[in-house]
């Protein structure tokens, strides 16, 4: 099954989510030692809160990178299944990054993008998501074919078992509220990193 087997949604008619339950949703799905990369801020706020697994890795004061960064994983280590955490401000300021997943279309990466139209941790000043841009239109015309909206919380969970089993690149987006996140990262950047590296296999 592909995402676009699955119900439609658009921008206008998802339901608007919380952040926190998405990120739990999806942690509780995770059996087979998946990455996943929390952008910076909210993100990966809700990430760590969702409880702290040696897989995860938490953004640091640098906006825009969990794309780049899930994509550069996928491309090393192809047969574990990557996830990217993002939010519209920080996607939108890396744009040209959708270009290229679909340029090399890894079957293992799924970006999951949470639009609450705002930069909410710098004082809540609206994206452009909040008047006329549509991330999954702009992931579709980079070229990403399986780009959704997720209606609701119950498509959401079944966007991520398709995205699990199936073969990627995927793109979800789903509309979330203005709640705070659910917790704080501890911010030692040496040591979650040495964690992830070791969890993946990849530290010397």
Not at 44 to 67: C, E, I, K, T
Not at 72 to 97: C, I, K, N, T, Y
Not at 162 to 171: D, I, R, T
């Amino acid at each position: 099954m592909t995402a676009n087997e699955l119900k439609s949604a658009s921008r206008d008619t998802a339901r608007l989510m919380n952040r926190s339950d998405l990120c739990r949703r999806l942690v509780a799905k995770l059996k087979q030692e998946e990455a996943v990369i929390g952008g910076i801020g909210n993100s990966h706020f809700d990430l760590w809160a969702s409880g702290q697994r040696p897989q995860n890795f938490y953004m640091l004061g640098s906006m825009g990178l969990a794309v780049p960064i899930a994509f550069g994983v996928a491309l090393a280590q192809p047969q574990r299944r990557v996830f990217a955490l993002e939010g519209d401000g920080s996607l939108l300021m890396q744009l040209g990054a959708l270009g290229t997943v679909a340029r090399h279309a890894l079957k293992n990466l799924v970006i999951i993008v949470f639009d609450n139209g705002m930069y909410q941790i710098t004082g809540a000043q609206p994206t452009l998501t909040s008047y006329c841009t549509d991330l999954v239109a702009m992931a579709k015309g980079a070229g990403l074919a399986q780009s959704v909206w997720a209606a609701d919380e119950a498509h959401y969970e079944e966007l991520i078992d398709v995205a699990l089993k199936g073969e990627g690149p995927w793109f979800i987006a789903a509309r979330t509220d203005q709640q705070p996140p659910a917790g704080v990262t501890e911010r030692d950047a040496a040591k979650i990193r040495g964690r992830f590296m070791q969890a993946l296999g990849a530290s010397r």
